[in-house]
Each structure stands twice: as structure tokens, then as C-alpha cells.
């Protein structure tokens, strides 16, 4: 309000001001005389004064016409001006306009729209780098992949920009299946940005894939150096790396490597089964039982395994039942509870015909934890202690519906494997492998459990055809690795059926 009355009373000051200057040259003698052309010209004080402006104003008029004139000449011959500029600004508005656009339509799923619109700001903008990503992406998502292709080799040619063209095509070769040829692009896309976690994780899963494991421990490394690795975690897969590195030389009969690497990755994770397994087997062909045996029972304490305990046996595989008794207490002493060791010295009293001892041994794992391979060892059990056919053949049935207990397990797609491996056949996964119980089908399960007592009615009625049914269950449900009876089953002499054969049966 303040400055609104201020701003009119210097208005009228002003009027009053020019009002009273041109009075006053009104009222004042003399002029100014200007001779033109032989001509006079007598001007009065205040026809001087306005003529004085208009001259001002002529000359600022002229200059102003000079500086446009000079500037259309500079436009016409295409160096910047203002009025070039005042057209450039149009235009980055409208390519601006179309890039936002366009990355909206990306967004929506709208490729062909989206290619139109990055088109049209690289027509505006001329900044391939701002368009060129748009374009491809528009394009992979409208299934035009030699187009995405095309553009991606263009972002090649910029260094600001290489790594999203290696990055792109590199995910093409991966959808395509070229797996040989991603892992290059990973190579260099790793080469580029080390630091770029997504390309580490996608590193090291195709050389775990291909078996590079040396450039996998080394991409590994990085990860742990760049902080995007816990550092037990990594110890861990490291210590599966060098296992894999372990075995690779020992499939090259490299015995000496084979186990300075088995060692080595058995003292990166002392918990990692195969890797304690094939440290204790390097330590038993250079004759070092002891030190074999310390690895096993220490990886024992760690994760009791039938592996283990298979591999334990091989210290000694020429002692008698009632010595390996004895030697595997050292083993099983610190966990006597575990199902794994229960089955484990059930077995092996079995082996030694010491078939009460066996009961108690597995005591009631039968009713807590029903696998095949403890019911398959009560039916040995029971079989030893003269139990009928139907009673042993009752205990083989259960066993067709009974979980089969742990296995390797992937635990991220769930893929049942036979054997312990650092990437999962199925999902591609690295050291992604437990050795847990799988879920059970219950469907299958209670349809097998209903045949029950047609299996075991069939059985008592027809006892004529047991005996070569049992032979033949027996035969197809040993298990592949039961090496610890091997020493026992060796001493038979015939005369009698070594009851220790079911022990690891499998139907």
C-alpha cells in the first residue's frame, strides 16, 4: 500500500517536474540556429530540447535495426544468435517433451509407443546417449530384438554409455542361451564397473556354471573387497570353490594338487561335508589316518552325514565288526542322539549279528522319524532276530510310503540331487545345496499307505511265493554305499544270509 501511494506521488512529481522544465523554456529568450542547405533554422529552447530527444531516439532506433540486420545475416550463415538460440530452446522443449513421454509409455508396457517417442526426441534434442536406451528397451519389449541389438552396438561407440551396451547385450546372449558368449560380455562389463553388484552376481554364476573356478574365487574376492559380501558368507563360498577346483584336478590325476586344494577348502569351512570328505581322502593316500580321522570327526560334530561316516570306514577297511564298533564311538560320541548316528550303530551292530544291541541303538527312531532307512533296518532287525516273513515283509511295505529322509536339497528350487555339487542342475544356482528332508507328497503317500494291507495280506497267503519276493525286494533295496559293512559281508563264509545287507535298504 506504501509503496503503491510512494509510486504515484514520484509519478505526479515527474509530471510536475517536465511541466515546470518546459515553462520555464518557454518563457526563456534566445534559441538555437541551424543552417541547412542555405537555409535557417531558428529553434526556440524548448524546440531544441525535444528535438534533442527525438535524436536520441532516432539514433537507439537505428542500432537497434544494425544489431537485428547483422544478426538474421549470422543466423542465414548458421552461427549461434539469439534468435538461433530462441529456436533451439523450441526445440529442446519439444524433444524434452517427447523424452518424458516416451519414458512414460516405457513404463506403461507401450513399446511401439515408446520407440515413436524416442524418435521424435532424438529428432529435437540430437543426444543419442538420452534416446539410444529408450529405443532398445521399447524395442526388447515389443520383441524386436535385432533392433535392441542394433542400438545397443551403437552405445558401444560412447564411453558414457558402453557399459549400458555391454550390460544390454549381454542380457540378450543370456536370454538367447549363448552362454559362452555372456560370459565375455560379462568379463568386460566387470572390466568397465567392478564395483556394479549385479554384474558380480551374474559373474560368478556363469563361471560356477562353466567351471571357472579360479575366475570365480577371483570375482568372489572383489565382491568381499567391494562390501556387497558378508565375509562368512564368502568364506564359505570360497571354501566351495576351492572344493570344486579340488576336484577338477583330481578328475586330471593330479594327486599332489589334488590334495593341497581338498585340504585347502576343507580349512576354509571345516562344515562342508564333500570338502572334509576329499581332505581325509588326501590325507589317507599320503598314509595319514590320524589326520584323516580328525577331519571327519570334527566335520561329524559340525553335521553328522552317512558320507562321513562311509568315509571313515575307509581308514580301516579290513578291521572286524567288534573293532569298528568300537573305533566309530570316537566318531559318534559327541552327538549320541542324532537320528544319523542311531542308524549308524544299528548298522554296524547288525553287521556284527548283535541284533538286541541294534534295537537299542535305533531305538524308537522308527515311530519318531519313520524313513525308509530306519524301517528298512528294523526290518533287518526283526529279520536277524527271527521275526516271520510277514512280519519282516510288514515292515518293507511301510518303508514303500515312508519319507527317504534327507538328501541334497536345492534351496531354491527345491531340486532333489543324488550327490553333492556346487551349482544345481536344475535352477542353475551356486552353493545353494542342504542336506535337509524334502517335502513329501501327501497324495502319494496315503495312496501307497492304503496298499498296505493288500501287500501284507497277499504275503500271508500266499507264503509259497515269499521267499522269492523277499529275494527280490532285498536285491532292489540295497543301498549304493554301504561301505561300512564291506569288511563284514567279506568275512561270511555262506553258511549263513548277512542280515547286515538291508541295512541301507532303499525301495
Not at 78 to 92: K, L, V, W
Not at 294 to 300: D, G, H, T
Not at 411 to 422: G, K, R, V
Not at 453 to 480: H, K, M
Request: aromatic share 6%; proline share 4%; charged share 25%.
Amino acid at each position: 500500500m506504501l509503496w503503491s501511494l510512494a509510486k504515484i506521488v514520484l509519478f505526479i512529481a515527474a509530471i510536475a517536474g517536465l511541466t515546470l522544465g518546459a515553462g520555464y523554456l518557454m518563457e526563456s529568450d534566445g534559441g538555437v540556429m541551424i543552417t541547412f542547405a542555405g537555409v535557417e533554422y531558428t529553434l526556440s529552447p524548448l524546440q531544441t530540447a525535444i528535438g534533442l530527444i527525438v535524436l536520441v531516439a532516432a539514433v537507439w532506433l537505428f542500432l537497434k535495426l544494425l544489431s537485428l540486420t547483422v544478426a538474421v545475416l549470422k543466423f542465414l550463415n548458421g552461427d549461434e544468435t539469439a534468435i538461433s538460440r530462441y529456436f533451439d530452446r523450441n526445440r529442446e522443449q519439444k524433444g524434452f517433451q517427447a523424452l518424458s513421454e516416451g519414458l512414460m509409455a516405457l513404463a506403461s508396457g507401450e513399446g511401439r509407443v515408446a520407440m515413436d517417442k524416442a524418435r521424435k526426441a532424438e529428432k529435437f534434442l540430437g543426444k543419442p546417449e538420452l534416446t539410444n536406451l529408450i529405443t532398445a528397451q521399447a524395442a526388447e519389449m515389443s520383441g524386436d530384438t535385432r533392433k535392441a541389438e542394433e542400438v545397443y552396438k551403437r552405445l558401444l561407440a560412447d564411453d558414457t554409455t558402453r557399459f549400458v551396451g555391454v550390460r544390454g547385450l549381454m542380457k540378450q546372449k543370456l536370454a538367447e542361451g549363448k552362454t559362452d558368449v555372456a560370459l565375455k560380455l560379462a568379463e568386460r562389463a566387470f572390466a568397465l564397473k567392478p564395483r556394479h553388484q549385479e554384474t558380480q552376481d551374474l559373474l560368478l554364476k556363469l563361471q560356477a556354471e562353466t567351471g571357472d573356478w579360479s575366475g570365480a574365487r577371483q570375482t568372489l574376492s572383489t565382491k568381499l573387497k567391494t562390501g556387497t559380501l558378508p565375509r562368512d558368507v564368502y568364506r564359505r563360498r570360497d571354501a566351495v570353490l576351492a572344493l570344486s577346483e579340488a576336484q577338477d584336478v583330481l578328475d586330471e590325476d593330479k594327486s599332489i594338487e589334488a590334495r593341497e586344494a581338498a585340504i585347502e577348502a576343507n580349512r576354509l569351512s571345516p562344515d562342508l561335508i564333500p570338502a572334509a570328505i576329499l581332505a581325509a581322502r588326501g590325507y589317507m593316500d599320503k598314509g595319514k589316518a590320524r589326520n584323516a580321522a580328525r577331519i571327519l570327526r570334527k566335520a561329524w560334530d559340525a553335521h553328522p552325514h552317512p558320507d562321513l561316516a562311509a568315509a571313515f570306514a575307509e581308514i580301516a577297511p579290513d578291521e572286524s565288526a567288534e573293532a569298528r564298533i568300537k573305533r566309530f564311538g570316537t566318531l559318534v560320541k559327541a552327538t549320541p542322539d542324532h537320528p544319523e548316528t542311531r542308524m549308524l550303530m544299528a548298522e554296524l551292530n547288525i553287521a556284527a549279528e548283535n541284533f538286541p544291541e541294534a534295537r537299542r541303538a535305533l531305538g524308537d527312531l522308527w515311530d519318531t522319524n519313520p524313513t525308509q532307512r530306519a524301517l528298512t533296518i528294523m526290518a533287518a532287525i526283526e529279520r536277524g532276530e527271527g521275526a516271520s516273513d510277514a512280519v519282516v515283509k510288514g515292515w518293507l511295505a511301510k518303508a514303500l510310503t515312508a519319507p527317504r529322509g534327507p538328501q541334497w536339497v536345492c534351496d531354491n528350487c527345491h531340486n532333489i540331487h543324488s550327490e553333492w555339487q556346487p551349482v544345481c542342475d536344475n535352477c542353475k544356482s551356486f552353493d545353494t545345496l542342504s542336506w535337509t528332508a524334502p517335502p513329501e507328497g501327501e497324495v502319494l503317500r496315503n495312496a501307497g499307505a492304503g496298499m498296505l494291507p493288500l501287500i501284507v495280506g497277499a504275503l500271508e497267503d500266499q507264503s509259497d511265493e515269499v521267499d522269492e519276493a523277499e529275494d527280490v525286494t532285498e536285491e532292489e533295496s540295497v543301498d549304493s554305499s554301504p561301505v561300512i559293512l564291506d569288511a563284514e559281508v567279506e568275512e561270511n563264509d555262506g553258511d549263513h544270509e548277512d542280515p547286515g545287507a538291508t541295512a541301507r535298504l532303499t525301495p
